[in-house]
């Protein structure tokens, strides 16, 4: 990092799964390509074994701009507070998914962060920058209302300025910078492809959802809508991974599916240019979009161009659940046919669930476990969670009206299948964690039994306590 005119951005560590945090590698790129000052950018990912608190003491940055979820907010703060105690001068920026959902309540109750960004972030964070140069570091000289996007104080109350539109045209935004990234460290073998030990790392081929599920934020992110890179451009990301030596990339898209010619043209790029020889992958599908055989040919094809594994959001087996969840926008049936359509285009499934849903009785319950078990042979790989009511989605604010939150500190929020319920449910809780316990048991013996505890090679280095806990639970399901 060079001293004086430096731009650090953080990553704060608060997950299981750990990923390149990609959307500081697109502000850094964005920032690259349009910025009129050229500041220098490095980045630092917590996740990655890296310490902020050091780094800002050696680097001294002028700008420190950080990224949270929910779960990552209050460690975001904290970093936050340690600059301005070491140099009320560094310029603390929050923005993500937090900011975003609460934007005005972000500054209140975190008064470390001297402004933030809310919604899709290149744009306005290039802007800012140029601004904060511009004025020589002087936020005070900066009229922050013309900056749309931004979080800000002004005689002593907390304004937004307007937000700003999403980019039309997503391939206008450069590919994003990962050699900012601890390689060394994200170049290890491990399970970004869930379940799959290999040098990965995550990809974006579009952004948004055309759904609105009662438990995702999503769709206020992304106003609902979905843009796509092109498959040329996103094939020529995917080249810069090969170079840097990955082998294996997660596709992050909410829908990779949502436009299946796409899909087919992607795939046939990939074999052409035998990445798929270089490359395995795994997606994130709908399982209601998989309904006849011209979607197993598309599988089959997939498989062709590398894909291992896809992963489905099965979230119930209860019908009345999954229609409160999904918006009548999913069934049961469509769930069990995606499970059938893709074992026959052979290819790995992970299965999502989550259980404890506002209202959900022990019966609905019991019926996720039945899916579940009666498909034990089919899904590869399975995680169960604690349904949670993030900030921006409608169950938080049914747990809102109903003054069912109880647990609902940040820090609480999280997505390992080991956290408290944040909400008071119906159902009992004891009884919600001991039907986790018991499928995520079964999950973990069936791994054990099949790759012969293979899957923990990487687990066992980075997160010994939560390995620890998983074999505790397989040798007591025995």
């Known amino acids: 990092m060079k001293p004086n005119n430096a731009i650090l951005l953080i990553n704060p560590g608060r997950y299981l799964y750990a990923y390149p945090p990609l959307g500081l590698a697109y502000l850094a790129s964005y920032l690259e390509k349009n910025s009129k000052f050229n500041p220098a950018i490095s980045i630092i990912d917590e996740n990655a074994k890296e310490i902020p608190e050091l780094l800002i003491k050696k680097g001294r940055p002028r700008v420190v701009g950080i990224s949270a979820t929910t779960p990552q907010i209050i460690r975001a703060h904290k970093i936050a507070k340690f600059c301005k105690r070491l140099d009320p001068k560094i310029i ?3 923005g993500g998914v937090h900011s975003t959902i609460l934007p005005a309540q972000t500054l209140k109750q975190f008064p470390s962060f001297d402004l933030g960004i809310y919604g899709e972030g290149e744009q306005t964070f290039q802007e800012l920058i140029d601004a904060i140069w511009e004025k020589n570091f002087r936020l005070n000289k900066i009229n922050l209302s013309q900056i749309k996007g931004v979080i800000y104080r002004e005689d002593k109350k907390i304004k937004t300025s307007p937000r700003r539109e999403l980019i039309a045209e997503l391939d206008s935004i450069p590919i994003p910078n990962r050699g900012l990234f601890n390689l060394k460290y994200y170049l290890k073998p491990r ?45 020529k990301e995917l080249k810069t991974l090969i170079h840097f030596g990955f082998n294996g990339f997660y596709l992050h898209d909410d829908t990779f599916i949502a436009n299946k010619a796409r899909v087919v043209q992607i795939c046939k790029i990939l074999i052409k240019k035998n990445y798929h020889k270089k490359l395995i992958w795994a997606a994130q599908l709908r399982p209601n979009l998989i309904r006849d055989e011209n979607d197993v040919k598309m599988l089959r094809l997939m498989k062709k161009a590398g894909c291992l594994q896809v992963e489905y959001g099965f979230e119930s087996g209860s019908q009345r659940i999954l229609s409160l969840l999904k918006k009548d926008s999913a069934t049961v049936e469509q769930n069990q046919k995606a499970i059938d359509l893709t074992k026959k285009a052979d290819l790995r499934i992970f299965g999502n669930f989550m259980i404890g849903t506002q209202g959900e009785t022990k019966k609905e319950i019991l019926e996720t476990r039945k899916f579940i078990l009666t498909n034990y042979a089919k899904l590869d790989y399975y995680q169960v969670y604690p349904t949670t009511p993030y900030p921006g989605t409608a169950i938080w604010d049914i747990c809102k009206k109903e003054n069912l939150l109880k647990n609902a500190s940040w820090q609480n929020f999280g997505m390992g299948v080991l956290d408290d319920l944040v909400f008071s449910n119906t159902a009992d809780s004891d009884f919600v964690h001991k039907v986790i316990h018991e499928l995520t048991n079964k999950a973990v013996s069936k791994i054990a039994l099949r790759d012969k505890l293979k899957w923990l090679s990487v687990r066992m280095v980075d997160d010994p306590r939560y390995v620890l806990s998983m074999l505790k639970g397989y040798f007591n399901s025995k």
């Open 92 to 94: 603390c920026i929050i």
């Open 191 to 235: 399970q970004v492809i869930r379940g799959v030990t290999c040098r990965a790392t995550q990809v974006m081929s579009s952004r948004g959802c055309p759904y609105d599920c009662r438990f995702c934020s999503s769709g206020f992110m992304w106003q609902r809508r979905v843009r796509f890179h092109s498959p040329e451009r996103f094939v």
